[in-house]
T-cell receptor, first 109, second 115 residues
Framework: KNEVEQSPQNLTAQEGEFITINCSYS?????LHWLQQHPGGGIVSLFM???GKKKHGRLIATINIQEKHSSLHITASHPRDSAVYIC???????????FGTGTLLAVQP | KAGVTQTPRYLIKTRGQQVTLSCSPI?????VSWYQQTPGQGLQFLFE???????NKGNFPGRFSGRQFSNSRSEMNVSTLELGDSALYLC??????????????FGPGTRLLVL
């Protein structure tokens, strides 16, 4: 079993829909990151979380440390949101950095 | 501020050769991390350099090495290339002062093809 699991692996949505991507992990962490990768490879760091909730524009990220679970929400989705979203956890004391396999999101107009 | 730059962007090598990739971080950033991305394994952490010292290391063989210069620019080297080394190699920079994995600013990557 992977130490970081993302779901779903693939997601197709219609423009305007509310989208949720989930990340579950089995290791102790000091921080969790959400990354966005567009076709062509460029990666952008969206959020770094150690507790609670963060919001940036139409994107919201939450984390529940006790349940070892994080969600990334996109409100009013747009075709330009189409990308791979990757969850990554940092183990802190272990200095271990583990990536999820990513969620491929396609938002259709 | 200029972003993270990587050179070259594309590279073709043959098995057994070695390759050196270069990364220039954002001005003021002292940490540079390297990652390998393949369709089969996804993103994997190679190593991180801070103030010219390797601070963290992933689970890659010794054929993968790196260094950082006094101006924070970094290079990674892969010796005795194997077909499985074909990948997108990404570097990312951060301020690095905390020692934790801070918000990373990624470069565009170097796509390496080993024939």
């Amino acid at each position: 079993k992977n130490e970081v699991e993302q779901s779903p692996q693939n997601l197709t949505a219609q423009e305007g829909e509310f989208i949720t991507i989930n990340c579950s992990y089995s290791v102790g962490i000091s921080a969790l990151h959400w990354l966005q990768q567009h076709p062509g490879g460029g990666i952008v760091s969206l959020f770094m979380l150690s507790s609670g909730k963060k919001k940036h524009g139409r994107l919201i990220a939450t984390i529940n440390i006790q349940e070892k679970h994080s969600s990334l929400h996109i409100t009013a989705s747009h075709p330009r949101d189409s990308a791979v979203y990757i969850c990554a956890v940092y183990g802190g004391a272990t200095n271990k950095l583990i990536f999820g396999t990513g969620t491929l999101l396609a938002v259709q107009p | 501020k200029a972003g993270v730059t990587q050179t070259p962007r594309y590279l073709i090598k043959t098995r057994g050769q070695q390759v050196t990739l270069s990364c220039s971080p954002i001005s003021g950033h002292r940490s540079v991390s390297w990652y390998q991305q393949t369709p089969g394994q996804g993103l994997q952490f190679l190593f991180e350099y801070f103030s010219e010292t390797q601070r963290n290391k992933g689970n890659f063989p010794g054929r993968f090495s790196g260094r950082q210069f006094s101006n924070s620019r970094s290079e990674m080297n892969v010796s005795t290339l194997e077909l499985g080394d074909s990948a997108l190699y990404l570097c990312a920079s951060s301020l690095g002062a905390s020692g934790d994995w801070e918000t990373q600013y990624f470069g565009p990557g170097t796509r390496l093809l080993v024939l």
